[in-house]
């Protein structure tokens, strides 16, 4: 038996091969002492063998095998090129160590196959990367390539995945284990609102901030499948990757893409502080590390089509007035785009609304001392364009497909549509300076395809290296495009259409256990939001846009004086601390009332934190339970000051201290006994900062 192991300060994984077969995950969690016996490890690992079992339990390797009567889901599908199946059988050949990497090569001599698994960990962000590839020397038919595939614990009651729709994005689901499989397909050709790739399997009795956890995801923007199986034996494995069929064609060699999995012993947050950094740090590459995220302004709630450039530049003096740094001009400034049926493809600006072109608009947004961005849906197309009238053969799917919302997609696997594209940005971006494209999909793909994912992945990365001062937000009716794959290529994502302060309370908790602040958009929106006709007070509005990269998206024209007034301050107060919190890690904690969703983002350095409790609902018992806060020095003194003191309303009427001005608690006090805040209305957030003295 030859075993092996990656390890950081958090956990250790280990892998072990028998007989010269493909390796098998025989550890993964806290940190195994140097010396550690590890094929003693492999030995007591093993399961028996009773009545109604094979004489010996085939491997769940990192590719398990049905050549080896692997009784679940193989790890690996594929035909010859003449449809004729085959099923390979793997040989280790060698595996190839370095401090922080494993490469496992494995062929099968009879297919003339080789099968290679890389894996990677991260000693400061403890993400194990892995990525598996296929070699084969005639061109086969991939059906099912999974990523390196890892067991789930067995200490497991419970694994959550993540769904959700249009403007509900980050539902988090819960389903018991059980024999069988929990399995997810996503077949629409994007990451998709409705499943994001990300999977969290919590240990028994474990919660935010207490007890052991695993978690996946798979940095993929195209169609993903993902596998949850529990064996008749009670083993359990997990997979992950493209879509099953996503390569249409026969090719000699596939790979999947980054699946990113990550041990924590302290509950959820301690994956979610993993993925967060690892995303901000290693994944996302930034034009201009140096600068601060700017507060951001879009004006498509305000202006929708109507473009007018004496009323857009009317709205970037006010904007700017309110703190706003960037100004973003949305859908209808081009072609005849007076609504959604019409023009996508066709960008060249609208003479009728822009007789002078965009230079004066974008002049007086910089007069303003704000930066200009624009909207683009670069992928897509009206049937009522010139482009389509020009070329329909451009368009990907079936001539009588089904729209979503009048357009189809173009293919971006043609070379010559991924130029077309480029020209047309690139003219633009080299005639006026525009430092960020808010880069829109808002349709599903009719046939899932990878090649339209990497076609899209080359023309974006095509114009990041000609304009590398270029910042791009990926949105697709809001968040049915956020993964670590399209987040390799852009900086924020817009995580909903829905600009509800309190539907975005709940998305951007659930989203932050993989996404950090830095990366996240969120818009104060108008009084009366667009999408729930729900009325929000502008407090409220303020404080939830300011838990992530913070920005407006209403017309500032129906801004009363107190409102404006609000919204100032606020935005100040971003301003004044985005540096350390954009960089910081966001922690979700427990709440002991369920009405209450409440996060705690604290410095890198454990200097400082911020911690924000919205009330979501009303809460069922009359008086706040106290709110335990988390991963705090327990020696060290805090000074907690209630940033909002003056929002307690007249029903508030205790003598709370909190309400008076700051206190000094210990780590251990604010982490046990907690902080009791005061009473509030629903819909309401309170903002509490703490220093360590």
């Not at 695993?214 to 359990?236: K, N, Q, V």
Request: proline residues 7%; hydrophobic residues 40%; contains cysteine.
């Amino acid at each position: 038996m030859d075993c092996w192991r990656l390890d950081d300060r958090r956990q250790t994984l280990a892998l072990a091969s028998t007989g010269g077969r493909c390796p098998t995950v025989i550890y993964w969690g806290p940190p195994l002492p140097p010396d550690e016996d590890l094929q003693a490890v492999a030995q007591v690992s093993q399961l028996d063998v009773t009545g109604g079992m094979l004489d010996a339990n085939p491997d769940l390797s990192l590719c398990p095998e049905a050549a080896r009567s692997f009784p679940g889901q193989p790890g690996m599908i594929v035909r010859r090129a003449d449809g004729e199946r085959i099923i390979p059988k793997f040989t280790l050949r060698h595996v190839t160590q370095s401090d922080d990497s494993l490469t496992v090569t494995c062929e099968d001599p009879v297919h003339v196959l080789t099968y290679l698994a890389v894996l990677r960990i991260d000693p400061e962000t403890h993400v194990i990367e892995m990525q598996a590839r296929l070699k084969a020397q005639t061109p086969m038919h991939l059906h099912w390539l999974a990523a390196p595939v890892l067991p789930a614990p067995q200490q497991s009651d419970e694994m959550i995945d993540v769904a959700g729709r249009w403007c509900g994005e980050f539902q988090l689901n819960r389903t018991a284990w059980s024999p069988g499989i929990r399995y997810r397909e996503n077949r629409t050709g994007r990451t998709g609102h409705e499943h994001f790739p990300g999977l969290i399997v919590p240990c028994r009795g474990a919660t935010n901030t207490t007890g052991e956890a695993f978690a996946f995801h798979y940095g993929w923007s195209g169609g993903h499948r993902m596998i949850a199986e529990e064996l008749p034996d009670g083993r359990r494995q997990i997979q992950f990757g493209h879509a099953a069929r996503m390569e249409t064609a026969p090719s000699t060699e596939f790979r999947t893409a980054p699946l990113y999995a990550c041990y924590s012993s302290d509950g959820l947050n301690g994956c979610a502080i993993s993925f967060q950094r690892h995303l901000r740090d290693r994944v996302v590459t930034w034009p201009k590390p140096d600068t601060p995220r700017p507060v951001h302004y879009n004006c498509w709630e305000a202006v929708y089509f109507d473009h007018d450039v004496p009323k857009l530049k009317d709205i970037a003096t006010r904007a700017a007035a309110l703190g706003a740094e960037r100004f973003v001009l949305d859908d209808g400034w081009f072609g005849q785009r007076d609504d959604d049926t019409s023009s996508l493809s066709d960008w060249e600006v609208d003479p009728r609304k822009y007789p002078d072109g965009l230079g004066p608009l974008i002049d007086h947004v910089h007069a303003c001392g704000m930066t200009f961005g624009i909207w683009f849906e670069p992928e897509m197309i009206n049937p009522d364009s010139n482009l389509h009238r020009a070329h329909p053969d451009w368009a990907l799917g079936a001539e009588d497909q089904i729209l979503g919302r009048q357009q189809k997609a173009l293919n971006m696997a043609l070379p010559e549509v991924r130029d077309f594209l480029y020209d047309r940005i690139a003219a633009l971006l080299s005639a006026h300076e525009i430092e960020y494209i808010k880069w829109d999909h808002n349709r599903v793909l009719p046939q899932p395809d990878a090649e339209q994912t990497r076609g899209s992945y080359a023309l974006i990365d095509r114009l990041r290296a000609d304009f590398p001062h270029l910042e791009i937000e990926s949105c697709a009716s809001g968040g049915g495009r956020i993964d670590f794959g399209i987040l390799a290529r852009t900086q924020r994502v817009w995580l909903s259409d829905s600009n509800d302060a309190l539907e975005r309370l709940a998305m951007q908790h659930n989203a932050a256990l993989f996404l950090p602040a830095a990366v996240t958009g969120s818009h104060v929106g108008p009084r009366r939001c667009h999408t729930s006709g729900r009325i929000l007070d502008i407090s409220f509005r303020a404080w939830v846009a300011a838990q992530r990269h913070m920005g407006f998206e209403m017309d500032p024209r129906e801004l009363d004086d107190r409102e404006a007034r609000v919204l100032r301050e606020v935005t100040d107060w971003w301003k004044a601390n985005r540096d350390w919190m954009m960089n910081a890690d966001i922690q979700r904690l427990d709440s002991a009332d369920p009405s209450v969703i409440a996060e705690q983002q604290s410095a890198r350095d454990g200097h400082r934190f911020v911690l924000f409790a919205g009330k979501a609902a009303t809460s069922a018992q009359i008086a706040p339970r106290p709110l335990r806060l988390t991963r705090l020095n327990p020696a060290a003194r805090y000074e907690i000051n209630l940033r909002n003191r003056g929002d307690a309303g007249a029903l508030s009427r205790g003598t709370l201290t909190l309400k008076d001005g700051p206190v000094t608690l210990t780590g251990t006090a604010l982490m046990h006994n907690g902080l009791t805040l005061p009473w509030s209305f629903p819909e309401t957030m309170w903002v509490i900062e703490g220093k360590r003295l």
